[in-house]
């Protein structure tokens, strides 16, 4: 299997953003136009918000189909949702609320009951929605992900056998900053995307990048991110992107 990867780097942190929220419109046309409705999972964190806050605005709200357009979490801290730490809330507050869709289009991981009835729960609404594709594995039209400065991606952390999850989609998780239990994906279910988009700012991740964009010992968990017959973007700005020697090219990579 291979999959191509592209290297964006932006000057700073609002270009990324721009960037981030043009992928979401033209992948939000290109799979309605092809498959009848877009669906597409984001993360948590701090970096994605500048992006989620783009889309609630001009240019981007009246150029996204929001009608056939779904919305998932790559994963979800299990705390209130009012809490700042909530990812769900955070995406309800950032442009959720500001755009024209509908709660039936909005697939949140909840979190209120115990981990193991979250994840089967999430792993319903995953299989209800994706029914009618036949194929084991969702396939998402796109993913968002952050990379924490440690190599985590999603809720999937070095040395955690969920990071190692050959079957499950969905897994229940302890751990992380915040350190409360978390509904993750899981890596099967990631690089079965179309598109997986990595959001990377700032100078404190600058080694971890370099790390793994320029040294293939390491085995990080970001380095487990290899979509199957997908498209792979690494789009940071120059803060994240400091340390890389600029030889650097997109090419196909033997997944
Ligand atoms: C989460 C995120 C997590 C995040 C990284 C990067 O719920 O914590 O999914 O994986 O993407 O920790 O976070 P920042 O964007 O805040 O650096």
Redo the contacts with the bound molecule.
């Keep these: 299997m291979f999959f191509k990867r592209k290297i964006i780097i932006k000057d700073d942190p609002v270009l990324l953003a721009k960037e981030a929220a043009e992928i979401f419109v033209a992948s939000a046309k290109r799979s309605v136009e092809k498959r009848g409705r877009f669906a597409v999972a984001i993360?948590?964190?701090?970096?994605?918000r500048r992006m989620h806050k783009m889309l609630a605005r001009e240019p981007y709200i009246q150029n996204i189909p929001w009608g056939k357009t779904h919305i998932f979490w790559?994963?979800?801290?299990c705390v209130p949702q009012d809490s700042h730490e909530s990812?769900y809330g955070r995406a309800k507050r950032d442009f959720i609320n500001e755009v024209p869709i509908s709660q039936k289009q909005i697939h949140r991981i909840t979190c209120e009951s115990s981990p193991q009835m979250s994840v089967k729960e999430y792993q319903k609404i995953l299989s209800d929605f994706f029914s009618f594709e036949g194929t084991r594995v969702p396939r998402f039209d796109l993913i968002y992900?952050?990379?924490?400065?440690d190599g985590?991606?999603?809720?999937l952390f070095l040395g955690q056998k969920t990071l190692y999850e050959k079957e499950k989609l969905v897994v229940a998780v302890k751990g992380?900053?915040p350190n409360v239990n978390?509904i993750?994906m899981t890596l099967p279910l990631l690089n079965q995307a179309r598109h997986i988009v990595f959001?990377?700012?700032?100078q404190e991740?600058a080694r971890t990048v370099q790390t793994v964009l320029e040294d293939r010992s390491i085995r990080l968990p970001v380095q487990r991110i290899r979509p199957l017959n997908g498209q792979l973007t690494w789009l940071m700005d120059r803060g994240a992107a400091a340390l890389l020697s600029g030889d650097l090219h997109h090419d196909n990579i033997k997944g």
């Design positions: 993360s948590g964190g701090s970096t994605p790559v994963d979800e801290r990812n992900l952050g990379m924490g400065a985590h991606i999603a809720s992380g900053d978390r993750s959001l990377i700012t700032g991740k």
